[in-house]
């Protein structure tokens, strides 16, 4: 992402957010007909107690010294959630850094020994664009990522492009709207990283899927949550999960699966994990 990116997409965040906002919802009259979906720009200025011109300005990403209190005044207006905000105070305000690429993701040792140390509980490791970095064997045994080459072993490209995954996924839709938002969210976040910027590009040209969810402008953490998996040796697997920060390496998150004891999933994960282990053994 570059600062081009950054400058169109506060403009177009904002424009898609006051497009959800009737007038009246906000206590404004209404006369005839609108000629745009929700709030005009000009509303917008006037509840957030800004002029019109400095509105503008903010929506066309020339309002790099816009203070906390008008953007907390406009997430106000536009009825932002905790994560809206945060976004729209990093792509209004984006940190440059030219000329440093990102350094490459390391896995460090202690927080393999974390995931391996789950046995009961498939676990993996992110990184900023959503890469699996490591895993447990569980984890494996559930998305088989050995298998996969290292450019395969991106969440976003396995969802939009691997041929099985509307198979692998029966609630695809959600797990797509997911991950399309949780890419947008790290893209403001990091928006000075060229891969990044190279993954959105690959994905808005092979999958009309994903350019229309990327048009949405939706923006979501991936906190927590209940993925459904259709496996191919365990059947149906119904999988809550919760994502860990890995303090030490801010990029990085550790996303662990955990079924509820004695469920039906559970029970298929120990029986899966046992078939994962023998067929190590005996490739071994």
């Known amino acids: 992402m570059d600062g081009d ?3 169109a997409e ?3 965040f904002l424009r898609s957010r006051r497009a959800r906002i009737r007038p009246e919802e906000v206590g404004l009259p209404v006369y005839g007909r609108r000629r745009v979906p929700g709030l005009r720009r000009e509303e917008v200025a006037q509840l957030a107690g800004v002029s ?3 509105y503008v300005r903010l929506e066309q990403g020339r309002g790099t010294n816009v203070s906390d209190a008008v953007l907390d005044a406009v997430a106000r207006v536009l009825r ?3 994560t809206e905000h945060a976004y729209l105070r990093t792509v209004a305000r984006p940190r440059r850094q030219p000329g440093r690429p990102a350094p490459a993701p ?3 040792p202690g927080v393999q020994l974390i995931l391996d140390g789950l046995e009961r509980n498939p676990a993996l490791l992110l990184g900023r664009r959503m ?3 490591a895993w447990n064997a569980l984890g494996d045994a559930v998305n088989g990522f050995s298998r996969m080459a290292p450019a395969e072993r991106y969440m976003p490209r396995h969802v939009f492009l691997a041929p099985d995954a509307r198979d692998l996924y029966p609630e695809w839709a959600a797990v797509a709207a997911q991950t399309v938002a949780h890419l947008r969210l790290n893209a403001g976040r990091y928006a000075d990283d060229p891969g990044l910027c190279a993954l959105v590009g690959e994905l808005s040209v092979k999958s009309e899927d994903f350019r229309r969810l990327w048009a949405d402008h939706e923006v979501r953490e991936c906190a927590y949550g209940v993925k459904k ?3 191919p040796v365990a059947g149906l697997l119904t999988l809550p999960y919760e994502t860990l920060a890995v303090p030490a390496d801010p990029d990085q998150t550790i996303v662990v699966y955990t079924p509820e004891p004695g469920s039906e999933t559970a029970e298929r994960l120990a029986l899966l994990g046992s078939w994962k282990a ?3 053994a005996t490739a071994d």
């Open 131 to 133: 890469e699996v970095l």
């Open 278 to 280: 023998t067929a190590t």
């Open 80 to 82: 932002l959630d905790e």
């Open 5 to 7: 990116w950054t400058e």
């Open 106 to 108: 390391r896995v460090r």
């Open 229 to 231: 998996i259709r496996h």
């Open 10 to 12: 506060v403009g177009d």
């Open 52 to 54: 019109v011109d400095y």
